[in-house]
């Protein structure tokens, strides 16, 4: 089954302790980003890769790294969590971005609560 | 700079019920444009989607109309269903590489029986 995975789908863990959101997709898309879904904000995007060691930033972030080495695998990163990232965070994936009506795959979610 | 405006929510809506949940945008060329639903405790998941004016997107009893003139995809759906229930996105995005999905705050949809 096409599919968008992440994990964990939930996680409460401390200020300061870093944590990894892993996300892997079965469809060989090359575009692949993160977002983040707050109550009255909507989705925000955080950080997006065009390919394999292609990333840059969206609109937040601040606090996240990520990185591409394989095509089916892009990691969020938050070294140093704050309690403003407490977040629903959703991965998604397109075979490309920007070519014509792409349409995203989404994951599940990940539900971070930062105390 | 570009954006997507939809109707805040709630939307409280009985059974077989019409609906209308407005979007509205803003753009420097011409998007693609497009509705995902979120239903309870899932991701997001296309819904409809129109590339050009005057196209109508549809699926599952949903439509929307692209509008150049009013620059505007409203959704809409004849008779509503509880399963209906869930958080749609209005969204647009550029055929440029790299570009992203712009998406609007989401409108929650609660339909009683």
């Known amino acids: 089954e096409a599919q968008v995975t992440q994990n964990p789908r939930y996680l409460i863990t401390v200020t300061g302790k870093k944590l990894t959101v892993t996300c892997s997709q079965n469809?060989?898309?090359?575009?692949m980003s993160w977002y983040r879904q707050d109550p009255g904000l909507g989705l925000r995007q955080i950080y997006y890769?065009?390919?394999?060691?292609?990333?840059d930033k969206g609109d937040v972030p601040e606090g996240y790294k990520v990185s591409r080495k394989e095509k089916r695998n892009f990691p969020l990163i938050l070294e140093s969590p704050s309690p403003n990232q407490t977040s629903l965070y959703f991965c998604a994936s397109s075979l490309r971005q920007g070519y014509g009506a792409n349409v995203l795959t989404f994951g599940a979610g990940s539900r971070l609560t930062v105390l | 700079g570009d954006s997507v405006t939809q109707m805040e929510g709630p939307v409280t809506l009985s059974e077989e019920a019409f609906l209308t949940i407005n979007c509205t945008y803003t753009a420097t060329g011409y998007p693609s444009l497009f509705w995902y639903v979120q239903y309870p405790g899932e991701g997001l998941q296309l819904l409809l989607k129109a590339t050009k004016a005057d196209d109508k997107g549809s699926n599952k009893g949903f439509e929307a109309t692209y509008r150049k003139e009013t620059t505007s995809f409203h959704l809409e759906k004849g008779s509503v269903q509880v399963s209906d229930s869930a958080v749609y996105f209005c969204a647009l995005s550029f055929n440029q590489a790299g570009t992203a999905l712009i998406f609007g705050k989401g409108t929650t949809l609660s339909v009683s029986s």
């Open positions: 469809m060989n898309h090359e575009y």
């Open positions: 890769s065009m390919n394999v060691e292609v990333t």
